[in-house]
């Protein structure tokens, strides 16, 4: 049973949104009209997908969306929107969003996006893919007599940089206000793109090849 809480100001897209899910007999739907209920509410329940609403009175669902990731970095969030997110579409990823879906989506295309989220995936837009910043890193690393080429992105430099710093992945996904298993699976990446088994291992090999500095290592 996949447990959401829908939040929207909305009752009409309320009750229809409830209606159009709940045809799945694996999706359970709550539903509120006020941010704040939303708040008071998940500090009692937990639930395995949040929909916020974008343009909400009070608190926009990107607010409720910092404070929600605040307090659990583990929630996975969906904006549910009528509206255009491409002039806030980088504010919305670093707030933690787990994804997108339109109002105007088919159930479909809905239940795609929610099982997708379930998945730690996300259903976007190319128009919107193409605003996704990407800040890489490349470096040349000599290893078995062989040039091979490491290219990282920033946050799993940022994500390596805590590790040696010698937090817990737990601490890392708080710090960086990201889900633990986000922390986890950027990890593996880290580790396989490095050719290493272990967090130190992964350490020793990044001090060899220049991509951490000495003043961050324990």
Known sequence: ???????????????????????????????????????????IESFDLLLFDLNMPGISGLELTK????????????IYTGYDISPNFNILIDSGVTGFVSKTATREQLLTAIRCAMREEAVIPVHLLRQLRRSEIHLSARKDQTLNKVSITEREQEILQEVASGHSNKEIAAKLL??????????????????????SEAITEAMRIGLLRNDSIL
Not at 11 to 26: I, M, N
Not at 68 to 78: A, F, K, M, T
Not at 180 to 198: A, I, N, P
């Open 1 to 43: 049973m996949i447990r959401i809480l829908l939040v929207d100001d909305h009752p009409s897209v309320v009750e229809g949104t409830k209606l159009l899910l709940e045809q799945d007999p694996e999706i359970q739907v709550t539903t509120l009209t006020l941010p704040m209920e939303a708040l008071e509410r998940l500090q």
């Open 67 to 78: 404070r929600v990731i605040s307090i659990d970095p583990d929630n996975r969030i969906l």
């Open 178 to 199: 990201m889900s633990q298993r986000t922390v986890e699976y950027s990890l593996t990446r880290v580790f396989e793109k490095l050719g290493v088994r272990s967090r």
